[in-house]
């Protein structure tokens, strides 16, 4: 049938529809059941990441607020609420204002203009909690919106622990160059009271503290300022110390001297009694007080008491570098204490040193000290070498043989081993003057020992002159001896040459004495062989000398201006020179007594006229005394001529010989 195959083709297409129908149906209805359930799955994950968000926002660290566009706030988390004081109730609906810091308030605006201009903004800023306390805040904010208006979102953090340790930071690493400054200071500085003063400027200067001060034990229990930087002084007395019921010191400068610890104030008006005091006396601008110790050998000896405006401004670790400021200057003052006794005993030891520089350089002996090992004066006084005639410069080249005149080498080898054996010596010897002279000197030597080396430290003294007048006494009690002693006058004169050669160098001895009778002048002594009948020209260098009033030194230049004026008229000139002395008896020319000499006149020449015009004295004594003598033996063998003629006895006393006689009648 032609219709069967249509329909059955149609009823395969329907059933093919049917199928295919069934197939979208059911493919519909799992991609909508799949579509829902992806749906669900979204809100699912959404409000768990509404709810995450939500904890986030809740429970973060930093506050979180949205402002409306009117600045004012309509979101904030619990860390808001906690950071601002507030209740959540009573933080929505405060202003941006209302949560900033008055100074933090005039630049809002300009913030805000900012953070639009710029889509967000990152700035330090101040906040006000709800008791009014400021705290420093870091905002992160930017322009946010939802659902078609805008916002302001701004996380909010509190940096006060970050400021807090940045401050302490700072301070810590002021102190830290403080105390660098202070250990310049210490090295740099000598003088004690500058040094402290240096300390207290640096302490406020680099330190940053308000006032630093030294101070010092008084006598009645009180504190004496030392060294103060920052205020006047006057001005710190009230907040320095008070006095308690008991009369004790009061305060934290008194506790550190009293106690040997130190005392901190972390915040002096946190203190009643303090507060008062400090709002009295007008210091209530003090907070923070550090009071330290100084030590001085063990002891305490001051303070240095620090203050700050700022209250908990020392902590642990600005307590520690202070203290390590304190021990700096305490270990600094030790120093200079031990500096100002060592200069005390330098100065004294100068003082000393220049005293016995004086005494040695100005001592009129003669102090050397001699180097056994090489036979020279390694240190001597001016008196040492001008005495011998040298300058400092020669004196120093020669040794101890260049000056001795008594011993060789040999036996000077010899001394100076028995003077370090013995240890020390006194003698006499000679030295030798540049001039060629001989000085009598006598040594005091004392073996000693110099930086481990074996020396001898002499002293001598020039007795020259003392044995000269040793010499001259003698000599002079020889002739009044001889004056009593001799027989006759050529014996008389004779002692007398000899007392004086012991102390005056001559050739000859000449006594010319004028006779009685005649008063002319003739050589008595020594006796010439054929003298003249008529005597010595009155003319003649002898009669000039009678004639003189003193002693005279006669050199050829004087002789020959004697012979020019015709004070003389004698042939030829002395050999050198002669000394002369007239010989008196009251105003009475006795003669004269000349001494001649072939060499020069020395040094001593003076010396010598004066010891000839006394012994001249005593000769003259001597020959009246013979002459009277010898008168008187004339008269007594006249009148023992004429007793024996008369028979008379007679009786005689000799009272130099303590001798009595008497004649046989």
Excluded at 9 to 19: Q, R
Excluded at 298 to 322: I, K, P
Excluded at 535 to 552: D, I, N, Q, Y
């Amino acid at each position: 049938m032609a219709g069967e195959p249509v329909f059955a083709f149609l009823a395969v297409v329907a059933a093919a529809f049917a199928f295919a129908g069934a197939v979208a149906v059911r493919a519909w209805r799992r991609s909508r059941s799949e579509r829902l359930e992806r749906e669900r799955e979204a809100e699912r994950a959404r409000r768990e990441v509404a709810q995450r968000l939500a904890l986030f926002l809740r429970y973060a660290n930093d506050a979180i607020l949205l402002f409306d566009d009117g600045l004012r706030l309509v979101e904030a988390n619990d860390r808001a609420a906690a950071l601002y004081g507030y209740t959540p109730a009573e933080l929505l609906g405060l202003t941006l204002s209302d949560l900033s810091a008055a100074e933090a308030r005039k630049s809002i605006s300009a913030d805000t203009a900012s953070i639009q201009l710029a889509g967000g903004a990152v700035y330090g800023t101040t906040h006000r909690r709800k008791d009014g306390r400021t705290v420093p805040v870091e905002v992160s904010s930017r322009p946010v919106e939802i659902g078609g208006r805008a916002y302001l979102y701004s996380i909010v953090r509190d940096v006060s622990e970050r400021k807090a340790y940045e401050r302490q930071l700072e301070r810590l690493n002021r102190i830290y160059l403080a105390l660098s400054r202070v250990s310049e200071a210490i090295v740099r500085t000598s003088d004690r009271q500058e040094l402290l003063r240096q300390v207290c400027r640096i302490l406020v200067e680099d330190g940053e503290v308000r006032v630093a001060w030294v101070g010092r034990p008084g006598p009645n229990r009180d504190v004496l300022p030392e060294a103060v930087w920052g205020e006047p002084l006057e001005v710190l007395r009230p907040i320095s110390a008070g006095v308690s019921e008991g009369g004790e010191r009061e305060g934290p400068t008194f506790t550190a001297l009293r106690e040997g610890r130190t005392c901190v104030v972390d915040d002096a008006g946190a203190d009643p009694g303090l507060r008062g005091r400090l709002e009295r006396t007008g210091h209530a601008w003090l907070r923070g007080c550090v009071a330290l110790p100084l030590r001085s050998r063990g002891s305490v000896s001051g303070t240095l008491t620090v203050y700050s405006a700022e209250a908990r401004a020392f902590g642990e670790s600005e307590v520690s570098l202070l203290e390590k400021v304190a021990g700096e200057v305490s270990f600094a003052l030790d120093v200079l204490a031990r500096d100002e006794e060592r200069r005390a005993a330098e100065a004294a030891l100068r003082s000393r040193e220049e005293i016995f520089s004086s005494i040695f350089a100005q001592a009129l002996d003669a102090i050397a000290l001699y180097d056994p090992a090489t036979g020279r004066f390694v240190e001597f006084n001016e008196a040492a070498h001008r005495g011998l005639g040298y300058t400092r410069e020669e004196f120093a080249t020669l040794g101890l043989a260049g000056i001795q005149a008594e011993h060789g080498p040999e036996q000077i080898r010899l001394n100076v081993e028995s003077i370090r054996q013995r240890g020390s010596a006194a003698f006499e010897t000679r030295h030798r003057h540049k001039n060629g002279d001989v000085r009598a000197v006598h040594i005091r030597a004392r073996q000693l020992t110099l930086q481990e080396l074996p020396y001898i430290a002499v002293v001598w003294t020039d007795v020259t002159e003392a044995r000269r007048a040793d010499a001259e006494r003698q000599a002079l009690l020889d002739a009044m001896r001889a004056v009593v002693a001799a027989r006759d006058v050529p014996s008389f004169l004779r002692l007398v040459e000899e007392a004086l050669r012991k102390v005056v160098a001559f050739e000859s001895l000449s006594v010319y004495l004028r006779d009685p009778k005649t008063g002319r002048l003739g050589e008595t002594y020594p006796k010439a062989a054929s003298p003249p009948k008529e005597g010595l020209s009155e003319k003649s260098l002898p009669a000039f000398v009678s004639r003189a009033e003193e002693a005279l030194v006669v050199t050829p230049d004087v002789f020959a201006r004697l012979t020019a004026a015709k004070e003389i008229d004698e042939p030829g000139l002395p050999a050198s020179f002669l000394l002369g002395a007239p010989l008196r008896h009251g105003s009475s020319s006795l003669g004269a007594l000349v001494v001649r000499s072939g060499e020069a006149p020395g040094r001593d020449a003076e010396r010598d006229r004066r010891l000839l015009a006394s012994v001249a004295a005593q000769v003259s004594l001597g020959v009246e005394r013979h002459r009277s003598l010898e008168t008187l033996a004339e008269s007594a063998i006249r009148l023992q001529e004429a007793e024996r003629i008369a028979r008379f006895g007679v009786w005689d006393l000799d009272v130099v010989n303590d001798v009595l006689t008497w004649s046989d009648e």
